[in-house]
């Protein structure tokens, strides 16, 4: 079985902050994690993704993540925040060997004010 | 036109319609993905399929029953909803079975009344 769980139901940050986003997992066997944004009205886009390899992962916009096996966790972070960030923010992890089983979490609204 | 394409984007219903929602890709990819968004919970993943090969969620009521005629277009059917399936149904692909990386489409906004 695998499961994610976002703590955190919104985020608010003020533009220039940085800002976090929170997400833990739990898999059994090696995971592939993810980071996908969605803005009003449309469907989830991509941002990152753990896949083997270096720890920090860079992705679109700015935006980061850091893979910590030991604590199951894959937060989403970005040095400054901008207007332009707010959006439902979903973490996903997926076993490397179970095709097509996303398992995403509830998503974390974050909300960045000028 | 590019990318995953979801028509319609709005749909209302009465329990005892019948209605498809049409998906289709434009990125060749080999597999393509059912979800369904309700509010403040995880994505659910209703069906999966690839190269003709389906894996879906069990706990989907058949009143939902997906059809995918080729690698670039996928349908859900719907029939006999409740109330409780007013959701956003989001379509996805991927390169392929192991593709990590899923694009999505804009969703069909569906109400059942």
């Known amino acids: ?114 | 036109e590019t990318g995953v394409t979801q028509t319609p984007r709005h749909l209302v219903m009465g329990m005892t319609n019948k209605k498809s929602l049409k998906c289709e890709q434009h990125l060749g990819h080999n597999a393509m993905y059912w979800y369904k968004q309700s509010a403040k919970k995880p994505l659910e993943l209703m069906f999966v399929y690839s190269l003709e090969e389906r894996v879906e969620n069990n706990s989907v009521p058949s009143r939902f029953s997906p059809e995918c005629p080729n690698s670039s277009h996928l349908f859900l059917h719907l029939h006999t909803l409740q109330p409780e399936d007013s959701a956003l149904y989001l379509c996805a692909s991927s390169q392929d079975r192991e593709g990590p990386i899923l694009f999505f489409g804009s969703g069909t906004q569906l109400s059942v009344l």
């Open chain 1, 1 to 114: 079985a695998q499961s994610v769980a976002q703590p955190e139901d919104q985020v608010n940050v003020a533009e220039g902050n940085p800002l976090t986003v929170k997400c833990t997992y739990s898999v059994s066997g090696n995971p592939y994690l993810f980071w996908y944004v969605q803005y009003p009205n449309r469907g989830l886009q991509f941002l990152l993704k753990y896949i083997t390899g270096d720890n920090l992962v860079k992705g679109s916009y700015g935006f980061e993540a850091e893979f910590n096996k030991s604590q199951t966790s894959f937060h989403l972070k970005k040095p400054s925040a901008l207007v332009s960030d707010s959006a439902l923010y979903f973490c996903a992890v997926r076993r490397t060997d179970s095709w097509g089983k996303f398992q995403f979490g509830a998503g974390t609204q974050v909300v960045v004010t000028p």
